[in-house]
């Protein structure tokens, strides 16, 4: 799942939490353009695989997408 930490009216934990109650095994990428310590700490603590720092590049998220369903976890 490429999810977006800057939604509108729930936030990105929130939909991470109800993801995982849907799949638990869900894998998780989070784009965003700002993550400081403790937050990124946070979302990698709920299973959050990896992240691509906005501004990206298409071919940033088809290689961490292409590198997180390659994994066998």
């Known amino acids: ?3 977006d ?10 939909v991470i939490a109800k993801l995982q109650e849907i799949n638990p095994g869900v894998k998780i990428v989070i784009t965003t353009g700002y993550l400081d310590a ?3 700490a946070q979302l990698f ?5 990896e992240y691509v ?4 590049l298409i071919a940033d ?3 961490t ?7 066998h976890c």
């Open 38 to 40: 403790d937050l990124k």
């Open 61 to 63: 998220i088809i290689n």
């Open 45 to 49: 603590r709920t299973g959050v695989k």
């Open 5 to 14: 930490l800057g939604l509108p009216k729930i936030n990105g934990i929130e």
């Open 53 to 56: 720092h906005k501004p990206y």
């Open 1 to 3: 799942m490429l999810l």
């Open 65 to 71: 997408l292409g590198a997180i369903v390659g994994q």
